[in-house]
Nanobody, 123 residues
Framework: QVQLVESGGGLVQAGGSLRLSCAAS????????MGWFRQAPGKEREFVGG????????YYVDSVKGRFTISRGNAKSTVVLQMNSLKPEDTAVYYC????????????????WGQGTQVTVSS
């Protein structure tokens, strides 16, 4: 089992940037693909993107493609979500997740969730 803790959320103006980090504990971190999800008030949790266990492959949903970048450092057991050109519709609680596959939006293959971090983008 891997435990996940996110940090780096906050309030930013539209067009700005934020960097979210997810710190993992547990020896099995490098065995998992990692994903980021988000949930806005009144909406279902949605997949944002993922990165393979090796870090060689990434996947992004269309709404964030070209603006968000996911990276990981297995030596430091961290995964980062760099968010640029933020829009008000990006406002949500962001969760990192340890999952079996990096390029699917299913929550069924999530094995661990972080507690979430709030991102608010003002217009």
């Amino acid at each position: 089992q891997v435990q996940l803790v996110e940090s780096g959320g906050g309030l930013v103006q539209a067009g700005g940037s934020l960097r979210l980090s997810c710190a993992a504990s547990g020896r099995t971190f490098s065995n998992y693909a990692m994903g980021w999800f988000r949930q806005a008030p009144g909406k279902e949790r949605e997949f944002v993107g993922g990165i393979s266990w090796s870090g060689d492959n990434t996947y992004y949903v269309d709404s964030v493609k070209g603006r968000f970048t996911i990276s990981r450092g297995n030596a430091k057991s961290t995964v980062v979500l760099q968010m640029n050109s933020l829009k008000p519709e990006d406002t949500a609680v962001y969760y990192c997740a340890a999952k079996l596959r990096y390029n699917t939006d299913s929550v069924a293959d999530v094995r661990s969730w972080g507690q979430g971090t709030q991102v608010t983008v003002s217009s």
